[in-house]
């Protein structure tokens, strides 16, 4: 059983009675008794025997009380801190019995407990403590903030007391971690008095010669420094005091903190700190007075001293993103020394010295991150009434909607090294997976979290140890967009699957190569370009992809495509039509009609003033004016033919009685409507230049044109006028001979 000297048998006691003082207002006298007994008990069972702690709670008795007094009195929190303090180490070492607890306390303490064990066991990482992340996951696991801040009094103890530890290597290390995580966490929840303390100790345990150096300099100026801020006051007051007649004013000095110096000295001798001390006005008044009176100080106050503009801080028109109000100047006072003046009311200096300005930060003062806004709201949540159960109830819901605020956003992860991960809410091991290394997500088939085998869609918590289980024979799936949830994962999966399809592509390029070359099929990309349109593709890129999943037949394809390329040089051996006549002196050949394959004697004449008949132009064949056509009727009309269409003799064949002689008028041929596909390398120019050609060929009109690029060609549609046909043949030829061109096709429409 631990023994005590008489000074910690003091000190004891005093605690006791601060505490129990503050304990009488929040629980019952029965509740205060059990809660005794639980401690007596605990105490002689040893739990609060001293032990050597790297990082967790202080475990004497002692400790626990001073601490327990460091949450009430610089804190604020109340009864269920205070007990949770108390009653750590006995629940710690199962001394604590937790129904009653539960039951004593509307599980509240229980709670508490819990968040506290579990935090603690981050501290079994150690080498995760330095990360950037771990004072987010720290923040993030706690689910409470009351236990961030139960922690943070814990470190400002312990710093107290680091002249206590065995080594000089056990306070620097305690120091770095304070300096690292804790102030700067103390500093964002407004807590200014801790985290100026806080950074002072580790100042002098990390730099101690510079430390030492400051605080001789300081001890050396004192005298003379008092006497100089007294007298300055003096006169400063005697000019304050006809302007602000019963306004309660106060004036005090104070100097600057060891480590803000230290910081200084950084960029400046020390003689040449001109505001190692500074003079602070506080006026109480209204909320709504409280810029008017600020600048009215000011203004008095640099009538009487030469103030520096550059130095002038306007903190009450546009207060600090953690929500410091302040209006600082510089004057030049008596022996030509510069000093500093702080004007504020009574409201901002609370708020600068106990941190209320997270309540002010939270009300409409947005700062850069969703930390900085959950901890804003907690000092709301800490501030009021204390001793209301009502308030109490409404404190804990705010902290509570708080966290959830936080917790919606990220989680925090540990890889197999102890390092932090930080993940979107929801996120996966495939998440992970690709947060480590996109060559790990992408052969990724398995993982183990907290030693468990896992899948790749499981979802991770916060504090998760994530294992990722690769295979080289792992391939990026389609599937895994809808597993991933971050940004990253998901644009790492879609770069694999681009590389992995274009990889394919031309595997399937090279496939339709080769089986062309074995069939010895000539490459005709005009011919190629129109089967694919047939089929369905809007893109060739669609069309190889379907050919690489299998979902095309090749065979079938190439078949068509030798098909069409023997009609196409059927077709080239035909005469040319370039010489076809015109309209008006066409006439139509007399042949013999045993000869003719059409068999009957009824003639269709093509006229665009003809009613009652409906045909159009068959696209197989696409005929022009001026061809040789016969009609073929069908339930949807009249189709134009021309006699060479490569479909003509399957027609004549099969249905001789459907097919009908067809002639064009030449009176309304006078002016027609010409379309000219395109297809050429998809170049700058191209557009441009078959423009040009078409404005300098006589008898034709440029009505329109619309240009598309796919797969590296393009592709362009004309709509001319001409008055005959005479002018399409010669610019047809142009456009073929054009630099770029592939396959120029000219369509007719009446």
């Not at 003809?610 to 005929?623: E, F, H, I, K, N």
């Not at 240009?707 to 073929?736: C, M, N, Q, W």
Request: proline residues 4%; hydrophobic residues 40%; aromatic residues 8%.
């Amino acid at each position: 059983m631990q023994t005590f000297t008489p000074t910690q048998e003091a000190q004891i006691y005093r605690c006791c009675r601060y505490l129990l003082g503050i304990l009488r207002v929040q629980m019952e006298p029965t509740q205060r008794r059990i809660v005794h007994q639980w401690l007596t008990k605990a105490f002689e069972q040893g739990g609060f025997e001293q032990t050597s702690t790297e990082g967790g709670l202080s475990t004497g008795i002692l400790a626990q009380l001073e601490v327990a007094c460091l949450v009430a009195r610089e804190l604020g929190l109340n009864a269920p801190s205070i007990l949770s303090v108390l009653l750590y180490r006995p629940y710690a070492k199962g001394l604590l019995p937790i129904s009653e607890v539960a039951e004593l306390c509307s599980g509240e303490v229980l709670r508490l407990l819990q968040l506290l064990n579990r935090t603690s066991e981050l501290y079994q990482r150690k080498e995760s403590i330095s990360s950037e992340n771990f004072h987010n996951l720290l923040i993030s696991m706690a689910e409470d903030m009351r236990v961030v801040l139960i922690i943070i009094a814990d470190r400002l103890y312990q710093l107290r007391h680091a002249n206590e530890l065995p080594s000089s290597e056990a306070r620097q290390a305690l120091a770095s971690e304070v300096s690292f995580l804790y102030a700067p966490i103390a500093h964002r929840l407004g807590l200014y008095k801790i985290k100026g303390e806080m950074e002072d100790l580790c100042l002098k345990y990390l730099q101690p010669k510079i430390y030492g150096f400051i605080q001789r300099k300081l001890r050396e100026t004192k005298d003379v420094r008092d006497a100089y801020i007294a007298d300055f006051i003096t006169s400063v007051r005697s000019a304050l005091a006809p302007h602000l007649d019963g306004i309660p004013y106060e004036m005090k000095g104070r100097v600057k903190s060891i480590s803000s110096i230290s910081n200084k000295l950084k960029r400046q001798l020390f003689e040449d700190i001109y505001d190692i001390f500074a003079i602070r006005i506080i006026v109480d008044v209204p909320l709504e007075r409280e810029r008017q009176v600020c600048w009215q100080i000011f203004s008095i106050v640099t009538d009487l001293y030469r103030p520096n503009p550059e130095r002038l801080k306007d903190w009450i028109s546009i207060p600090k993103s953690n929500g410091y109000e302040s209006l600082h100047t510089t004057v030049l006072g008596p022996g030509n020394r510069w000093v500093e003046i702080q004007i504020r009311t009574s409201r901002m200096d609370a708020i600068a010295e106990q941190g209320v300005a997270a309540h002010w930060k939270y009300k409409g003062i947005q700062s850069d991150g969703g930390l900085d806004e959950f901890l804003a709201s907690v000092r709301e949540a800490l501030e009021s009434v204390r001793d209301q159960a009502t308030a109490e109830e409404e404190k804990r819901q705010t902290l509570e909607s708080s966290l959830l605020t936080l917790k919606a956003r990220e989680i925090y992860v540990f890889t197999p090294k102890g390092e932090i991960l930080k993940l979107p809410q929801g996120a996966t091991l495939l998440d992970f997976a690709f947060a480590i290394h996109s060559r790990v997500g992408a052969k990724a088939i398995a993982g183990k979290v907290n030693g468990k085998n896992v899948s790749l869609r499981h979802p991770l918590v916060n504090g998760d140890s994530v294992e990722v289980i690769t295979s080289p024979q792992q391939n990026p799936k389609q599937g895994w967009l809808s597993i991933v949830v971050s940004p990253k994962a998901k644009a790492k999966i879609r770069q694999l699957l681009r590389a992995e399809e274009e990889a394919g592509i031309a595997v399937a390029k090279e496939t339709l190569q080769r089986r062309m070359k074995n069939r010895k099929l000539d490459f005709n990309e005009a011919i190629f370009v129109r089967i694919t349109q047939r089929k369905g593709y809007k893109t060739l890129t669609d069309f190889y992809r379907d050919l690489t999943h299998e979902r095309l037949d090749l065979q079938d394809f190439l078949n068509l495509y030798e098909q069409e390329l023997q009609a196409s040089s059927h077709t080239d051996s035909l005469p040319s039509i370039g010489s076809a006549r015109s309209a008006e002196s066409f006439i139509s050949p007399q042949e013999d009609s045993s000869n003719s394959p059409i068999q009957t004697s009824e003639v269709l004449i093509l006229d665009r003033g003809l009613t009652g008949v409906a045909y159009s132009l068959a696209q197989c064949c696409r005929p022009l004016f001026g061809d040789e056509v016969f009609g073929l009727v069908t339930s949807r009309g009249i189709k134009i033919h021309r006699m060479n269409c490569p479909n003509a003799p399957d027609m004549f064949a099969h249905s001789p009685h459907k097919i009908i002689t067809a002639k064009w008028n030449g009176e309304e041929g006078a002016t027609q409507v010409a379309h000219i596909e395109v297809v050429g390398r998809d170049e700058l120019a191209i557009a441009t230049n078959i423009s040009s050609l078409i404005r300098k060929e006589a008898g034709v009109k440029l009505r329109s044109y619309s240009i598309h690029s796919e797969d590296g060609l393009f592709h362009g549609s004309f709509v001319l006028y001409a008055e005959r046909r005479e002018a399409i043949t010669p610019l047809l030829k142009k456009i073929r001979s054009a630099s770029g061109i592939k396959h120029a096709e000219l369509t007719y429409k009446q």
